[in-house]
């Protein structure tokens, strides 16, 4: 088995373990969430790199040392830096900076956009808290500073909309062969 083969077969397991678990206060479940979140990237036209990071911007919360429920205990889990270490050489930077920066994203939105806070779901304005609350100027700096934050911020609002009740969308056989291309090869 290869090094690609062998990150596909993880995620998978986590989506076929996991996926069925309430998402912290949503209508869906975890794995509706990631899939609608890659569904709405894909309808905003988005390429592959952003439509991956959409559909595995939460899989830190399968692969953090925290507990699952810590977010709703106000602690941090720090998923974003979970998942991006977990994809960590197998997927190119931009779609690890784009899931590290995810969190970072809602809390510059809120932020720069305060009509944003309204928008969110009660579940995100708790974990908002837990993570933060809104940037003050010098993290809006140091966010904007990050050379992929524009497309954190598109996986952010995507993040946001993949939390409908009862909406179908691909499942994540669909994505398979676009991970597949987006795989690094390791180096012999």
Not at 45 to 69: K, M, Q, R, V, W
Not at 76 to 96: C, I
Not at 101 to 112: E, I, N
């Amino acid at each position: 088995m290869t090094s690609k083969n062998t990150i596909l077969t993880k995620i998978e397991a986590l989506f076929n373990d996991h996926g069925a678990d309430w998402y912290m206060g949503e209508p869906v479940t975890m794995a509706e969430h990631m899939l609608q979140s890659a569904f709405f990237a894909m309808q905003a036209g988005a390429d592959d790199e952003l439509i991956i990071a959409a559909l595995l911007h939460d899989i830190g919360h399968y692969t953090s040392e925290y507990a699952e429920d810590c977010l709703q205990k106000d602690i941090d889990n720090e998923h974003e830096d979970s998942a991006a270490d977990f994809l960590a050489g197998h997927f190119p930077q931009r779609v690890l900076d784009a899931i590290r920066l995810h969190v970072a994203s809602k809390r510059y939105l809120c932020a720069v956009k305060p009509e944003y806070y309204r928008v969110l779901s009660e579940a995100s304005k708790e974990s908002l808290a837990v993570q933060g609350g809104p940037m003050n100027t010098d993290e809006v700096a140091q966010f904007e500073a990050e050379p992929y934050h524009q497309d954190a911020v598109k996986v952010r609002y995507w993040d946001d909309a993949g939390k409908q009740d009862s909406l179908t969308v691909p499942d994540l056989n669909h994505y398979i062969p676009m991970m597949q291309k987006l795989l690094i090869q390791p180096a012999a």
